[in-house]
């Protein structure tokens, strides 16, 4: 019970959260505070960012992105940087309509600009249509989706003449993605994971991930006590690929050994940046066929592309 006990840092108010792993109990006041605190420091130890910076904030219209908008909003403004809101309509019927609603009312809540760009536009089809012709695909919806989905960003953030662009990739996503690549054994993309690995000197648009060190239950509830409205509705095919069975497995030893999650974060930091550096000299390419950067001749997404041009 917290009825009697006081906040860990002020001394004064009743706590309403208690950080398992820290051992703290912090007050409403305290614990938003915190994760500014959090965040400002993630920015400083990873240089994700620069005075005067052009920051395209991918908004999708859940709780991580619309606090990570929230977030950049009261770090960024004093650094003169510009804020730009960009989101990506995949096509995915009745779910991505509303998401688009909440990005479109907490943009303009904050005055930030906000562009839109369609799957539709980029490539003459929704996700649900090329998610209809891949049966003889052996691809998930999140792999397919994932690929076009950060192509989307990239042009979106060149069309706003941005100089970054910020994810709302928290902890637990880092860590799920980092044991999804091992598991797969694509041991050259655990560098690409390292937050230290931006900018490419054949792409001038840095990608950081302000919330990578915060667990996706702290920014749940810093959405809630900031009143930050968001979509609840889950993606409807979010279950269809592993990440699901690992966050659950990483949820449930979170819950026997509290922190183990920072623990995991920690070593998979490290054994990004050394793969990092291990493949360091395996130069990016440009893309044969659209110019975009690519570890191979051709990119992932003109492969995927191709691939459903082939069973359309």
């Given at each position: 019970?917290?009825?009697?006990?006081k906040?860990?840092k002020?001394g004064i108010?009743?706590p309403v959260?208690k950080?398992?792993?820290?051992?703290?109990?912090?007050c409403?006041s305290?614990?938003?505070?915190?994760?500014?605190k959090?965040v400002?420091?993630?920015?400083?130890?990873?240089?994700m960012l620069?005075?005067?910076?052009?920051?395209?904030?991918?908004v999708?219209?859940?709780?991580d992105s619309?606090t990570?908008?929230?977030i950049?909003d009261?770090?960024?403004r004093?650094?003169?940087?510009?804020?730009?809101?960009?989101?990506?309509d995949?096509g995915?019927?009745?779910?991505?309509?509303?998401?688009?609603?909440?990005?479109?009312?907490m943009?303009?809540?904050l005055?930030i600009?906000?562009?839109?760009?369609?799957y539709?536009?980029?490539?003459g089809?929704?996700?649900?249509?090329?998610l209809?012709?891949?049966?003889?695909?052996?691809?998930?919806a999140?792999?397919l989706?994932?690929?076009l989905?950060?192509?989307?960003?990239?042009?979106?953030a060149?069309?706003v003449?941005?100089?970054v662009?910020a994810?709302a990739?928290?902890l637990d996503d880092?860590?799920?993605t980092?044991?999804?690549?091992?598991?797969?054994?694509d041991?050259?993309r655990?560098?690409?994971?390292d937050?230290?690995?931006?900018?490419?000197s054949n792409?001038?648009i840095?990608?950081?991930?302000?919330?990578?060190?915060?667990?996706?239950?702290?920014?749940?509830?810093?959405a809630?006590?900031?009143?930050i409205?968001?979509?609840?509705?889950?993606c409807p095919?979010?279950?269809?690929?592993?990440?699901?069975?690992i966050?659950?497995?990483?949820?449930?030893?979170?819950?026997?050994h509290a922190?183990?999650?920072?623990?995991i974060?920690?070593?998979?930091l490290?054994?990004s940046?050394?793969?990092?550096?291990l493949h360091k000299?395996?130069?990016?390419?440009?893309?044969i066929?659209?110019?975009?950067?690519?570890?191979?001749?051709i990119?992932s997404?003109?492969q995927?592309?191709?691939?459903?041009?082939?069973?359309?």
């Amino acid at each position: 019970m917290l009825s009697n006990i006081k906040c860990t840092k002020c001394g004064i108010n009743k706590p309403v959260y208690k950080r398992i792993y820290s051992g703290e109990q912090l007050c409403s006041s305290c614990f938003t505070l915190s994760i500014l605190k959090k965040v400002k420091r993630t920015i400083s130890r990873f240089k994700m960012l620069e005075h005067g910076d052009k920051v395209a904030i991918a908004v999708s219209g859940g709780k991580d992105s619309l606090t990570l908008l929230t977030i950049l909003d009261k770090l960024c403004r004093k650094h003169a940087s510009q804020l730009y809101a960009i989101s990506v309509d995949e096509g995915i019927e009745g779910y991505r309509d509303e998401a688009l609603k909440y990005v479109n009312q907490m943009s303009n809540k904050l005055n930030i600009p906000n562009f839109t760009i369609s799957y539709r536009e980029l490539y003459g089809f929704t996700l649900d249509e090329a998610l209809r012709w891949r049966k003889n695909l052996n691809i998930t919806a999140c792999a397919l989706c994932g690929v076009l989905r950060r192509r989307a960003l990239d042009i979106a953030a060149e069309r706003v003449k941005a100089s970054v662009i910020a994810t709302a990739h928290n902890l637990d996503d880092y860590i799920q993605t980092f044991i999804i690549n091992l598991l797969s054994g694509d041991l050259e993309r655990l560098g690409w994971l390292d937050p230290y690995n931006e900018p490419q000197s054949n792409f001038t648009i840095r990608r950081v991930k302000p919330l990578i060190e915060l667990y996706e239950q702290e920014i749940a509830l810093y959405a809630y006590l900031k009143d930050i409205p968001f979509q609840e509705m889950r993606c409807p095919y979010r279950d269809e690929g592993i990440r699901s069975k690992i966050r659950n497995f990483l949820n449930d030893l979170e819950k026997e050994h509290a922190g183990i999650k920072y623990i995991i974060f920690k070593s998979a930091l490290n054994i990004s940046h050394q793969f990092r550096v291990l493949h360091k000299k395996n130069s990016i390419k440009r893309c044969i066929n659209c110019g975009y950067p690519s570890s191979s001749q051709i990119c992932s997404v003109c492969q995927m592309l191709e691939l459903i041009k082939r069973n359309r």
